[in-house]
Every structure is written in C-alpha cells, then in structure tokens.
C-alpha cells in the first residue's frame, strides 16, 4: 500500500503534550480507516478498533454512560484484552453514526487524557450541518485527509524516479531523461486519480478494472445522498454533482445553476450544495473582486466555481475513457483544461490546507488561482499542456506588480523574472520551490 504523508500530522499528535482526541476527516474512500489502522501498527503496540456504523453493542456502551474509565473497561471486553493508556490506540470509525460517542469526546479529553482516542468521520460535516449538533468545544483536534496525491502515488509507482523527485529543491531545468519519466507516471496517475483502491490497482494489475472501482465509488457516493437526505434534497445533490463536467468545460467556469437544471435557482439549490461540499465530494472556490488582505473579506459569494474531489473520479463523472491521456484529439483541448485545473488545486489544498479563490478582470482576464502565504499574496495560472500564451498574467502583474506570479504547464521548470514555471508534475512541490526563492 503507500505510505501517506499525513502519517507524519499523527505522529506529531501522537507526542503532543496537549493532546485531545482526534477527529480525522474526509471524503469517503480516501483511506481514513487505512491509515489509522497502519498509524496504531507502526505507534502502538496495540490497536482497539470499533466500527460505530457496523457494531451496534458498542454504540449502546455510549447510550448508557459517557464515563470515559466505565467505557474503556467495557471497550476492553469486546476488544479481548485490556487497553492501556499510551500502548493502545483506540478508533471510533464513522463516528458520526453515534452522537453519544462524539459527546463522549469531552470527557475523554478532560477526564483520561492519558488514552490515545482516534476517529473517522465521512460524512461528519454534513452530520453536524443538519442534525444541529456540534463538535465538544475546544475538547478535540482536527485533521482533514485528501485523496493520494501525485508524489504518494510516485513513490509506490517507480521509487527510482520518486528518488529524483524527492531531490527537486531548487528552479532548475529538468534533464529530457527525467522530464519524461515523471510526465510518464503522472499519465498514470492522472488515469487512476487519487482514490487507493484505484490507484493500487492499476500499479499491481494495470488500467483494466480501474474504471470499475471509480465507478463503484461513484456509485457509492450516490447511495450516500439517497441515505442520508430526504429524496427531493437527494435529488438536487445528483443534479448539481452530474452537472460538474458542464461546469468545468466552459472557458468561464463560474458555476452556473442554469447547468444544474433548466430554470434552476440559488435559493432551490443552496442547501444540496452546501450538503456536497460538506460531504467532501466538491471544492467551492469563490471570486475576489479586490486583491487586498484580508480576501476573505473581498470575497464575491455569489460568484463561485466547483471542482471535484478527485480527477480521477471527475474523469469518469465525464465518462471520459483513459484514453484521453495517450492519445492526441483536439476535441479534448478544453476539457483536459478542467482537468489540470482540478488536479492543481488538489495539490495546493493538500499542501497550504489553504482556501483558494480567483479574480477576474470583467471579460478581459481570468486568474485560475489566487493563494495566500503567510500573507503574501500569489496569483496562479493552470495551461493544461506547453502552450502558454495568455494575457492574464500580465493583465494581473500590471494591475497588482506581485512578487511571485506561477504558472502550471507541460513546459521545464524554470523562473523567467518574477513568473515561476512548474510543470503539472511538480505541482506537489510548491511550497519546496517556493521556500528556495
């Protein structure tokens, strides 16, 4: 399996003197029970895993008593041995399926700290939006994990080149031999997308059934809105989530509820698209109309595009065959934009943990990405092979003069004035490249 990066985030809660119980968050599929399963393998010398959507005996533990000593013993009972504080990792998975084992959080924090309490949540942002219940204030830590990116994929793909990525620290000019390599296994990568089932699947067995599983975690997603919404809601959801691919192959992709459905409204649809992003499945990325800190509070809410979890799962939400990647066809020019688009911001979210936004200059420029940095502000541009030519860049830079300005494209790696070059491939080392500058 891959070795996942936000193993380093657990360990680091692991030896915090301010521990509290962790709620490990994510889209479903994206390898949450995996990883805390492997984090209590390689950290613990054991590991008490109860599933709150499966295991009906452990939930009603929660109903009678929220006595963090009371539970343990009892959680010791059905795990088969005693649990130890600092030896055994404990794991509520779906534990938004048991409001009494997310109030219980608090008083493990405050009574038993000493205990190492993990939890998984797939849909627990949409859980707490519409049940009208809340986290124990100031009595859990937070991490969010993503898809696999293109580096975790890189190193269970090919360790020689994942080698030579790794030792990119600095702009310099990628030699052909490498150029090649890396955009070889980022076709891969881009066919198979982020999802672990996938992904390991076309390592170990090829593309054959990878559009199989994609599929069946579509599928999966589907029967999510089904179960855990009214049918009319369920409904709107499978709209707006079948309308990205319209979305994303405008040349202005601002969302559009007119693509959703023909005479579709805001006030119809908020609550579904509030739901689908709360559920991880989309990023909603709003419009600035002032670059000036803080954006937030510039920000344009009713100007806003979405993008997909995964470009592996928008692949086939556009039934677009893997193909597309090998092969030359001009009629997937602007699509194969989206798609860079989609994987860029992926990258940037799960390095800065940032919200990105865009500007527009009325109808005369688009930049695709505006990202904040420690209060730097950094417009960013995503051309989906090696033409570059565009005026938004330079529309931007005459109006704003930023210090850094990047561009993501299928050209070497290279600075020419304040305008940095990243291949797409090395879109996971931005914030490396950045910190050389």
């Known amino acids: ?116 309490v993990v939890c998984a949540g797939s849909l627990l942002g949409v859980y707490l939006n519409h049940s009208g219940q809340s ?46 390599k890396l955009n070889e296994q980022f076709i891969a990568y881009r066919i198979c997308g982020g999802m672990p089932e996938a992904a390991n699947e076309l390592i170990n067995n090829g593309i054959n059934s990878v559009d199989k599983i994609l599929s ?10 089904i179960k855990h919404t009214s049918p009319a809601t369920a409904n709107k959801i499978d709209l707006i989530w079948k309308s990205l691919p319209s979305q994303l192959a405008k040349e202005n992709k601002k ?57 592996g799962i928008l692949r086939i939400l556009a039934e677009l065959d893997a193909s597309v990647y090998t092969t030359e066809s001009s009629t997937f020019a602007e699509f194969k934009g989206a798609l860079a688009e989609n994987y860029v911001l992926q990258s940037l979210v799960t390095q800065f943990n940032k919200t990105l936004r865009y500007w527009t200059s009325g109808n005369t420029a688009e930049i695709d990405f505006i990202l904040n940095i420690n209060n730097e502000i950094i417009p960013i541009e995503v051309k989906a092979d090696t033409n570059t030519i565009g005026k938004s860049l330079i529309e931007y830079q005459k109006k704003y003069n930023p210090r850094i300005r990047i561009r993501y494209s299928m050209k070497n790696l290279n600075m020419n004035g304040n305008l940095i070059n990243i291949p797409l491939f090395l879109a996971d080392k931005t914030k490396t490249l950045l910190q050389s500058i």
């Open 216 to 225: 069946n975690i579509l599928s999966d997603y589907s029967s999510d809105f």
């Open 135 to 180: 986290f124990p204030v100031g009595k859990v830590d937070r991490l969010n994990m993503y898809p696999l990116t293109f580096s975790e994929f890189l190193e269970a793909k090919d360790k020689n080149t994942f080698q030579y990525f790794c030792d990119i620290n600095s702009i310099e000019l990628i030699p052909d031999f490498f150029f090649d």
């Open 255 to 311: 969302f559009i509820y007119q693509l959703v459905r023909t005479g579709a409204r805001a006030r119809e649809y908020e609550d579904a698209l509030i739901w689908i992003e709360r559920a991880g499945l989309i990023y909603k990325v709003n419009s600035v109309n002032k670059i000036a800190l803080p954006l937030k509070a510039y920000d344009d809410l009713s100007s806003f595009k979405i993008y997909c979890l995964d470009q």
């Open 1 to 116: 399996m891959f070795k996942r990066t936000i193993i380093n985030d657990l360990a680091e809660w692991q030896k915090s003197p301010t521990r509290k119980p962790l709620i490990l968050s994510g889209a479903r599929q994206v390898g949450k029970t995996w990883i805390l399963k492997e984090f209590g393998r390689l950290y613990f010398e054991d590991t008490a895993y109860f599933s709150l959507d499966k295991d009906k005996s452990v939930k009603q533990l929660f109903a009678t008593t929220r006595d963090p000593r009371r539970l343990i013993e009892q959680l010791s009972y059905i795990h088969g041995q005693k649990i130890e504080p600092q030896k055994t990792l404990i794991i509520f998975d779906e534990i938004q399926e048991c409001n009494d084992a997310l109030q219980s959080l608090k008083y493990f924090c405050e009574d038993t700290p000493q205990y190492a």
